[in-house]
């Protein structure tokens, strides 16, 4: 059995604001070993329930940031920016199932350092379901059949994968206080946690099945101000909607709209606020 994973920085245990997550900062260190154990102990517990293989996409920003040293040895890293899936590369319908850690709420919810992809959009929608990483991730898995397991993060992380994953698993190390602070787990004690949730999740697989994309689906991105809806609509086949930052793009299926939402805030971050 194959186990993909897919893991974030803003939904690890005591990471809580920008000088965790951002590598100019100076907790950034401390962020990325505390990522790194967390991603071990679930990798550690899906070779000792039977996965034969555990591939694992670092998610976060530049994507360079756990430490392949402290890694188990039997893990396989994707690493590093540019890929063309970004957060979901290297996945496919070889995986028995999925695994999103240190996952954070989509922008427009409450949760901590919760965004989408982008601090310039403000809602994200496949046709009409709003979605974050999270939604358009496991949106992605379902393509190939692949259904997401276990998701980790802060309480409304957990509750935004369950409204959406009938029969997940999640893994609650940290709760919200406000979008930047959180009652945490220690790291000890949030080990324990993503072991145990592990097992669970694996043992549960056959109750999730794939959160199936809809055909031929509509993505729209809501941007924070006009500028930014500017941008991204010099990406072809795109439309704007008159006097709204909103930018929607027909897709062929859910890879393509994939990669368009990558293009579209890629050029939206080019917008200047002076």
Request: charged share 20%.
């Amino acid at each position: 059995m194959k186990l993909y994973i897919s893991i974030d920085m803003e939904g690890i245990t005591g990471l809580v604001d920008a000088t965790f997550v951002d590598s100019g900062k100076h907790n950034y260190e401390r962020g990325r070993l505390i990522m790194t154990a967390e991603a071990n102990h679930v990798i550690e517990t899906a070779f000792q329930e039977g996965c034969g293989e555990v591939v694992v996409n670092d998610s976060h920003s530049k994507m360079n940031n756990l430490l392949i040293e402290k890694l188990h040895p039997e893990t396989q890293l994707i690493s590093g920016d540019v890929k063309p899936f970004s957060m979901v590369q290297g996945l496919d319908a070889s995986f028995a199932g999925a695994a999103f850690l240190g996952y954070h709420t989509r922008a427009a919810r409450k949760g901590v350092l919760s965004h989408t992809m982008i601090f310039g959009v403000r809602n994200m929608y496949i046709n009409d379901t709003a979605v974050g990483e999270l939604g358009f991730n496991a949106f992605v898995a379902g393509h190939y059949g692949v259904p997401v397991l276990l998701v980790a993060g802060d309480d409304e992380t957990a509750e935004e994968a369950e409204a959406l994953i009938p029969g997940v698993t999640t893994a609650i190390v940290k709760r919200r206080i406000s979008r930047t602070a959180a009652l945490c787990l220690t790291p000890e004690k949030s080990g324990q946690l993503l072991r145990d949730k592990t097992r669970e999740a694996l043992e549960a697989r056959g109750r999730v099945k794939p959160l199936a994309p809809p055909e031929s689906p509509v993505l729209s991105i809501e941007f924070a101000n006009y500028g930014q809806a500017e941008w991204a609509h010099l990406m072809p086949g795109t439309t704007i909607e008159q006097g709204s930052p909103v930018v929607s793009f027909q897709a062929k299926n859910i890879l393509e709209a994939y990669q368009a939402m990558l293009v579209m805030t890629e050029l939206a971050m080019r917008t200047s606020f002076c």
